[in-house]
């Protein structure tokens, strides 16, 4: 069953931006948390973003700070990524999750309960 869907993935040359959604359907508790995450062949899931559904705290790997920018729009139940002076070795599918409670790490791949089919994001030197 389809809960999150990413979309806004594509091509972008070097040094370019994308913003990346993901609505979400499934219901869970009022307080949990939203995060981004990306994969490029032959390595681990990585965590990008992460932000408090209620409060709005938002928490970022050091490879993206200052670059990324998550967000929400709780009207839409929508989660966003807004990725600047984009990077070849950006390059992966990013993927946005969600959890049922908020969680301890956020960073941990193992405290999100759902997963989006994911987006491809291809930088171009």
């Known amino acids: 069953q389809v809960h999150l869907v990413e979309s806004g993935g594509g091509l972008v040359q070097a040094g370019g931006s994308l913003r990346l959604s993901c609505a979400a359907s499934?219901?869970?508790?009022?307080?949990?948390?939203m995060g981004w995450f990306r994969q490029a062949p032959g390595k681990e899931r990585e965590f990008l973003a992460a932000?408090?559904?209620?409060?709005?705290?938002?928490y970022y790997a050091d490879s993206v700070k200052g670059r990324f920018t998550i967000s929400r729009d709780k009207s839409k139940n929508t989660a966003y990524l807004q990725m600047n002076s984009l990077k070849p070795e950006d390059t992966a599918v990013y993927y946005c999750?969600?959890?049922?409670?908020?969680?301890?790490?956020?960073?941990?791949?193992?405290?999100?309960?759902?997963w989006g089919q994911g987006t491809q994001v291809t930088v171009s030197s």
């Open positions: 499934v219901r869970t508790s009022s307080n949990y948390a």
């Open positions: 999750a969600k959890s049922k409670v908020y969680p301890i790490v956020v960073a941990a791949t193992t405290a999100y309960d759902y």
């Open positions: 932000i408090s559904w209620s409060g709005g705290s938002t």
